[in-house]
């Protein structure tokens, strides 16, 4: 395998690489907004307030979900994009951990999840709450705590992956500008000689070796 080959696979792996990512990031995006958004239809039916959380949340899911759409094509652009990518995992880990904080190791048996998450999901602001039965919701709050986790890794690797593309591009690029530049001619003054200056044109006292014959004095007036 030549080289050239193996810098057109290499091509073929980053690129179907990042078609994959983005296609990832946009499933873990949509799966969250989903649930997010009818979270946000109940709280709002029920007239209680939004949490910040949930309130960053349905703002970051959509634009996620753009980005990674417009994104997505495999062109140089798309891995010129890994700072937002990289700012897309600060931000993803940022909801994760605000859902963590709030449900802890508990999770569906925490205090927050009966009184916030699983009143709302489950509707319980609409009807009595019933001693022994289970509330619903909680496999929607497994789901959006294990996408957010996923979205955020995937955002991780594309900013990874992007920098390394670009890197190795820009790499590229500065060896054939210097090959370029190490193979143009170098313009300077005219040759000279070590002792008798510049050398005259041709044609003008210059001998068959290109150096112009040099007259010896005896006397005053005199030359041999």
């Known amino acids: 395998m030549t080289s050239n080959d193996?810098?057109?696979?290499?091509?073929?792996?980053?690129?179907g690489s990042l078609v994959a990512l983005r296609i990832f990031q946009l499933i873990c995006s949509v799966i969250v907004l989903g649930i997010l958004a009818y979270l946000v239809h109940r709280v709002n039916e029920a007239g209680a307030h939004k949490e910040h959380w949930l309130v960053y949340g349905i703002v970051l899911a959509p634009i996620s979900t753009a980005f990674s759409l417009v994104f997505m094509p495999p062109f140089m652009y798309s891995f010129l994009a890994f700072p937002a990518d990289f700012a897309f995992w600060v931000m993803w880990l940022v909801l994760f951990c605000l859902l963590i904080t709030r449900t802890g190791a508990h999770t569906c048996s925490s205090p927050w999840f009966n009184n916030y998450w699983g009143f709302y999901w489950d509707g319980l602001y609409k009807r009595p709450v019933i001693p022994g039965v289970k509330i619903a919701g909680c496999g929607n709050l497994r789901a959006t705590l294990a996408f957010s986790f996923?979205?955020?890794f995937a955002f991780l690797v594309t900013a990874f992956l992007g920098g390394y593309v670009v890197a190795k591009h820009w790499s590229k690029g500065r060896r054939e500008r210097l090959a370029r530049t190490a193979g143009t001619p170098v313009v300077g003054n005219p040759p000279t000689s070590?002792?008798?200056g510049p050398t005259p044109p041709a044609g003008e006292g210059v001998s068959e070796t290109g150096i112009a014959p040099v007259a010896h004095a005896t006397q005053p007036g005199t030359y041999v």
């Open 194 to 196: 070590e002792i008798r």
């Open 150 to 152: 996923l979205a955020m």
């Open 6 to 15: 193996k810098i057109t696979d290499i091509n073929a792996i980053s690129r």
